[in-house]
């Protein structure tokens, strides 16, 4: 039997909050899940060995992967550069070495997501042509398919083109990885109109304006959840601040409806006929089914998952790197930034 | 019967979705609730007049009130600078003179936002000492008190002492028209520790950090929902992101958890019988109980509605600007816009 071309994973098995059960558990059903997939399992070795089979990772599946030793975890007590000194040997810093050394074509970590910034961006490094590398939100919509929005973390006071360049990076990312087809593209602004917005987002919006994308032109507040957009292009600043509170949102309300419920003997009793609706209903909101955010514009493929991501959505993520390695969304990057590059000279040109 | 301190207001009758019915409904629950409410009633005399007794303004109450002639309506096809020459006898325009010339303490209206924002700038005026007047949004809170996010809309690119200026507007205004005691004010960025932030937002924290009042610090993303701040400042670019994807992030969850409750027929069943537990946790959301927004920092009084207000939301808009003129939340502005100029003066000293 001829070996299939394997994508190579490094998974941070140390990261999240369930500990390293959860992170095994998705390793097995991604294992089961992707006969082309080979992974990385980058932590404690004498926490992962005598965990596997209990998790599901014997015969087949165990000879797709190997344990990757690293000493240390970042935790969430620590600065996110703690990787650059005291944590050389933290599973997070291992995983991004065996990106950059090309064991693996990606890494996945649901653990200190600034400490996987930082090891994406300083380990890895940027991919040529990319200013600045940015962190992408999948969130989920409630009309059936996501939207992208980005970028939510890295990069605070950003000039136009970074903005152009999220957009370009978010097109590729919901075409190839999320199956998007021809996804329509917006920059975050407080009208529809293009005279709307800030002198930064007016440029970004005339950079993009020639590009070869569906491009929407300036995107509001609400597009994030009720219309049309697949990706949604912002300062890092406002990203990180409409994603912390939309989570904050989302779950006040769904758990401020649990309680309510909860409260009296109706509610109750209507609440258990409704559970199963309801789940069905949540699931809708589950950021799990994609896996994570991942890290654009960096030399290899970078997931950054949920710390409270469970075995699904470990899986979900890996299935997400694995996808951009076999599409090669960082070639169709650079194609992008190349192009991008090519008008404004042109532009300035004129 | 010595006549009481009649606090004076300019209510816009022909703004609203729901036209002047909905409107004078609100007016007569406020002037059943509050003896010292004065009402100028602006619009159309012949579509307010034989509205009048239908919506219960009669007798005493009918007494508490005098209709301001105003011949046209903005409507949401105009500009908002609209109000500044073809529609200079509007009901918003008209409205905020009434305001200018003396005759009114305050203004409410629940018709064009943009044209009610230019109205109460221009015709109004801003008050000395503010830089920039800030429109401000009452969140619901799922845990009782609401918290004040400005500038949600007037100002893009501001600056530093801009948006210190606009937290101490939101103090003056949740402590004297919410009636929140010492309210604790914070600056939207993107993590807790001071350093976090943008260079804009870090100076706005130096400019707070000595004002009398309850300061917090930089507030996160999650803040607006699930922690303890009262007040959050922000520039009006991200204040409007905000508010308008929280809006419909919110809709869209009550809205499809509807949807999905319909789509089967345990959820049905169920349904009904959670229904008045439900409309209970719905009502926690209502913006309608605080009324609208107001618009801080100008001469006088000005509160900017929901143009889906029911009368209880234009009822609540009323009390607003009653509370703000008998509080003299202006006074008490101008106090506080002195303090921080005293301070940053000082500060430049040293």
């Given amino acids: 039997m001829e070996a299939p071309p394997y994508y190579r994973i490094a998974l941070d098995v140390m990261g999240g909050d369930h500990g390293p059960g959860a992170t095994l558990d998705g390793a097995a059903l991604a294992l089961s899940a992707m006969p082309d997939l080979y992974l990385l399992l980058v932590g404690d070795r004498a926490k992962i060995e005598p965990r596997l089979a209990r998790c599901g990772i014997q015969g087949e599946l165990l000879a797709r992967t190997k344990i990757v030793q690293a000493a240390s975890v970042v935790t969430m007590d620590d600065k996110a550069t703690a990787i650059i000194k005291e944590k050389r040997d933290s599973s997070i810093r291992v995983a991004a070495e065996c990106v950059r050394g090309g064991d693996a074509h990606g890494m996945v970590s649901m653990g200190h997501t600034g400490a996987a910034m930082v090891a994406s961006m300083k380990v890895i490094g940027t991919l040529p042509g990319v200013d600045r590398p ?19 973390g890295a990069n605070v006071n950003c000039k136009p083109e970074h903005i152009a360049q999220f957009a370009l990076m978010g097109d590729v990312y919901a075409e190839e990885v999320l199956g998007v087809k021809n996804p329509k593209i917006g920059v975050l602004s407080v009208g529809e109109e293009d005279g709307k917005g800030s002198k930064i987002t007016r440029q970004a919006l005339d950079f993009l304006r020639n590009q070869d994308i569906h491009f929407g ?18 300062d890092g600043f406002i990203g990180n601040v ?35 609706t309801l789940r069905k209903f949540y699931k809708k909101l589950d950021y799990a089914e994609y896996g994570g955010a991942p890290l654009l514009g960096v030399k290899g493929i970078s997931i950054i998952g949920h710390g409270r991501s469970t075995g699904r959505a470990v899986s979900a993520a890996i299935r997400a790197a694995v996808r951009g390695a076999k599409n090669n969304i960082n070639g169709r990057i650079q194609e992008r930034m190349l192009r991008l590059l090519q008008a404004s000279r042109e532009h300035e040109a004129v």
Same sequence: chains 1, 2.
Avoid: M, Q, Y
């Avoid at 940015?134 to 939510?152: N, Q, Y």
């Avoid at 989570?247 to 401020?256: D, P, R, S, V």
């Fill in 134 to 152: 940015c962190l992408a939100a999948i969130f989920p919509s409630l009309r059936g398919t996501p939207t992208v929005l980005l970028d939510v």
């Fill in 217 to 234: 032109g300036n995107a509001e507040g609400r597009d994030l959840w009720d219309r049309d957009f697949d990706v949604i292009a912002c």
């Fill in 242 to 276: 409409v994603l912390k509170s939309s989570e904050a949102l989302a779950e006040g309300i769904l758990h401020g409806l649990k309680d309510t419920l909860k409260s009296n003997f109706l509610g109750r009793l209507g609440g258990l006929l409704v559970r199963s």
